[in-house]
């Protein structure tokens, strides 16, 4: 279990971000709550214990970034766990053939690119024994969603981030850096909606990429520790 370092959870101030962060500031970690409205992220930190720090974080801006990047570099010298949690769009009301593209555009600049731009910038923080862990999905397994049509951009912009979780464990293999693609499953938040499984399970299973062994496995795709199908 890591009680130690510096993390960054993006998207936190609300669902399985936000119970990742709590549970990594109370074990001990200096965890960083990035919320794209700051404000909100305060609200969120709000009764959590141990070493919490909120910054206003916007995943598709370069500037928001960078500007994180360039405060975790003076204040910490570097980073040992990137969760990329953000994102958006669990787009059930459309289908892939009649699709508001607008939409997807949207979906792919935070679920994606915005992923995608948060691990370019501070990869180069990641400590040797670093964990970068995106968020994933089950709606972007072909395994688990073959014949199934709703969520276009939300499915497949997830499909994507699987893929570059792949390509980022190759690049970050030689620095002992482990990256993972993590489905909290079905939870019961804002975006999944009620009768999901509770926010804590969904957060269990993305700690489990975070607290892998160094000798642990990268460029997989886990839930709870098992493996979905790509």
């Known amino acids: ?13 609300r669902g399985i971000g936000r119970e990742v962060a ?5 074990r001990g970690v200096t965890t960083v709550l990035g919320s794209r409205d700051e404000a909100r992220g ?14 206003g974080l916007d995943v598709t801006d ?20 990137l969760v990329n949690n953000a994102g958006v769009h669990y787009d059930t009301w459309q289908s892939a053939a009649e699709a508001d593209l607008g939409v997807v ?12 731009r948060t691990a370019v910038a501070l990869a180069p923080l990641l400590r040797p024994g670093g964990r970068l862990v995106n968020v994933s999905s089950g709606a972007g397994s072909f395994g688990e969603t073959a014949g ?4 276009p951009a939300y499915s ?24 993972n693609a993590v489905c909290p499953g ?31 496995p990268s460029g997989t795709f886990t839930r709870d520790g098992r493996p979905v199908p790509w």
């Open 148 to 151: 199934a049509g709703g969520a």
């Open 186 to 216: 079905w939870v019961a938040t804002d975006m999944g909606g009620a009768g999901g499984r509770p926010v804590a399970d969904g957060a269990a299973s993305v700690l489990y990429a975070v607290d892998l062994p160094d000798d642990g």
């Open 42 to 55: 305060q609200e969120a930190a709000r009764g959590m214990t141990g070493p919490v720090v909120v910054r």
């Open 22 to 26: 709590r549970l990594l500031a109370a």
């Open 1 to 13: 279990m890591r009680t130690t370092g510096v993390a960054v959870v993006t998207g936190a101030n």
């Open 62 to 81: 370069q500037g928001s970034v960078d500007a994180l990047a360039a405060w975790l570099r003076a204040g910490h010298g570097g980073l040992d766990v």
């Open 156 to 179: 497949v912009s997830k499909a994507a981030l699987d893929m570059l979780t792949v390509k980022l464990a190759a690049d970050l293999r030689r620095r002992r850096v482990l990256v």
């Open 105 to 116: 555009e949207e979906a792919f600049a935070v679920n994606v690119v915005g992923a995608w």
